[in-house]
Nanobody, 120 residues
């Protein structure tokens, strides 16, 4: 029914930029939040950036370098990543809280992830 598909990952040199996109598809009645998480090997998944109710939140490590934005008409969330560092290397996951019926609770959905590799 609902799918989140990420794109835009890849390999870049330190100091480079990437723009990640996540498009939601399916029967979606309402969006509570959309955001990005990342997970490096051997590490726990962590919040990178999130947008909800017109507000945005960023991990301290990415403030000033990453920008999250959302296009509700396209059901798409973006993550512009500038001044990338090797420590940004991880699998980046799109996450969204969505309601798929006229009434009911919001459920959390995850994309399959996209690899971002930053070399020094």
């Amino acid at each position: 029914q609902v799918q989140l598909v990420e794109s835009g990952g890849g390999s870049v040199q330190a100091g480079g930029s990437l723009r990640l996109s996540c498009a939601a598809s399916g029967t979606i009645f309402s969006i509570n939040h959309m955001g990005w998480y990342r997970q490096a090997p051997g590490k726990q998944r962590e919040l990178v950036a999130n947008t909800s109710g017109g507000s945005t939140n960023y991990a301290e490590s990415v403030k000033g370098r990453f920008t999250i934005s959302r296009d509700n008409a396209k059901l798409t969330v973006y993550l512009q990543m500038n001044s990338l560092k090797p420590e940004d290397t991880a699998v980046y996951y799109c996450a969204a809280g969505l309601r798929t019926a006229a009434r009911g609770t919001y459920n959390n959905y995850w994309g399959q992830g996209t690899q971002v590799t930053v070399s020094s």
